[in-house]
């Protein structure tokens, strides 16, 4: 059993910036890929970015978000972190954490973003 905390969604100006961060826990294996989704109301659950392990070097964007947000990981900690700047209040969704491994894909339980003034 895999489980997914997030932290560090909140309330943001347009043009400012917040970190999420996802902590693992549980049976994580070796190689695995996490990252974040996120969902607006009215609409679908979309990809934000992802990032493999035990690389480290292939990551995926979004094109809404590239060159905005960037996403890391700690693998000692079994952490992967959300660097989002430049905000827009499209932005604005529940952010989910998500990895997927060999053994199933699991999720967060997701953190709010609010980008607004």
């Known amino acids: 059993q895999v489980q997914l905390v997030e932290s560090g969604g909140g309330l943001v100006q347009p043009g400012g910036s917040l970190r999420l961060s996802c902590a693992a826990s549980?049976?994580?294996?070796?190689?695995?890929?996490m990252g974040w989704y996120r969902q607006a109301p009215g609409k679908e659950r979309e990809l934000v970015a992802t990032?493999?392990?035990?690389?480290?070097?292939?990551?995926n964007y979004a094109d809404s978000v590239k060159g905005r947000f960037t996403i890391s990981r700690d693998n000692a900690k079994n952490t992967v972190y959300l660097q989002m700047n430049s905000l827009k209040p499209e932005d604005t969704a529940v952010y989910y954490c998500?990895?997927?491994?060999?053994?199933?894909?699991?999720w967060g339980q997701g953190t709010q973003v609010t980008v607004s003034s």
């Open positions: 998500h990895l997927r491994q060999l053994s199933g894909v699991y």
């Open positions: 549980g049976s994580i294996f070796s190689y695995n890929t």
């Open positions: 990032i493999t392990r035990p690389t480290s070097i292939s990551t």
